[in-house]
């Protein structure tokens, strides 16, 4: 009872931290790029993990083959997934973000059943039709009017969804053979030199590299890379990974739509993004969509025992 408890506080904290991650992804965009973001968020990642490795006394122990294994897995996650999701968020608004994002259990699930050939019951497909139509529903009416780079917007964050759940499926048999902070330590390093090399080399061809590094006078911009860098790119992987190994995925999947909401209202209270009716519809029918694959999916599962 007492680990179960721990598990549910460790899946809230999780889901908060996701939660207010889009919020402080703007911030770092007001004084630097999309790239520059990236490349910074996983310098502090990488350095946060080497420490966290000497620190605890971790060891690394792959093969040159798995190591090239990982390294093709990081160009879906985290270089496909960040890249789509910072350039999206230039263009549209946090919460529009995390409405979408809270699709990828969604996509998940369709390309396990393509990819892994896992079924699904006829609940789960109806309400894997509700999301879908949630997010094309938000996305027309960002298209509606002279919101053309909201629609902009949204499409790069629905391709980052997409790139998301097909990393969580590819991943799966990776994720039994070696630990969690082996993955996370190999794809933190691909992403610290992906990004530092994009962000370097956009510097070099501008001829603008003094400007690298200028986002660090700035307060807010320092506070916001070291939440993105320590607490979302790596607390997250632990904290998600405790409450799993304690409580069932799809009740911890539950806690993703509590992410989407702290992201709503963190847009709303502290950056003042607006929030439309359609936008209030749309998460309806997103969240209903995902509580309703979980609820199916967990009833499928108990038919079959039965």
Not at 104 to 109: A, E, R, S, Y
Not at 154 to 165: K, R
Not at 178 to 202: C, Q
């Amino acid at each position: 009872m007492i680990e179960k408890r721990k598990a549910y506080i460790a899946a809230t904290i999780y889901a908060i931290i996701i939660g207010l991650s889009f919020m402080f992804v703007k911030v770092t965009l007001t004084v630097a790029t999309p790239l520059d973001t990236l490349a910074h968020r996983f310098t502090i990642a990488w350095i946060a993990a080497t420490v966290l490795m000497v620190f605890k006394k971790e060891s690394i122990k792959v093969t040159k083959k798995d190591v090239l294994l990982i390294a093709m897995l990081a160009i879906l996650y985290p270089t496909f997934f960040f890249t789509f999701q910072v350039f999206g968020l230039v263009h549209a608004s946090s919460s529009e973000a995390g409405l979408i994002q809270a699709t990828v259990p969604i996509f998940t699930l369709i390309f396990s059943s393509i990819f892994l050939k896992e079924t699904s019951t006829r609940g789960q497909k109806i309400a894997i039709s509700l999301s879908v139509l949630g997010v094309m529903y938000i996305m027309y009416m960002n298209g509606g009017g002279d919101k053309n780079t909201s629609l902009l917007g949204s499409g790069l964050i629905l391709i980052s969804a997409l790139t998301a759940s097909l990393y969580n499926v590819f991943a799966r048999k990776l994720t039994q053979r070696y630990s969690l902070f082996t993955i996370t330590y190999i794809m933190t390093l691909f992403g610290f030199i992906a990004f530092n090399g994009l962000a370097l080399t956009n510097h070099l061809i501008n001829g603008t590299i003094h400007q690298f590094m200028q986002p660090f006078g700035h307060l807010d911009f320092v506070v916001a890379i070291l939440y993105l860098g320590v607490l979302s790119s790596l607390g997250t992987s632990y904290l998600s990974n405790y409450a799993l190994s304690k409580i069932d995925a799809s009740k911890m999947s539950v806690f993703s739509n509590f992410a989407t909401l702290i992201t709503i209202l963190a847009g709303v209270i502290f950056l003042k993004e607006e929030f439309h009716l359609y936008h209030l519809v749309g998460t309806i029918v997103i969240i209903i969509g995902v509580v309703g694959t979980n609820y199916f999916g967990a009833r499928g599962k108990y038919n079959e025992k039965v």
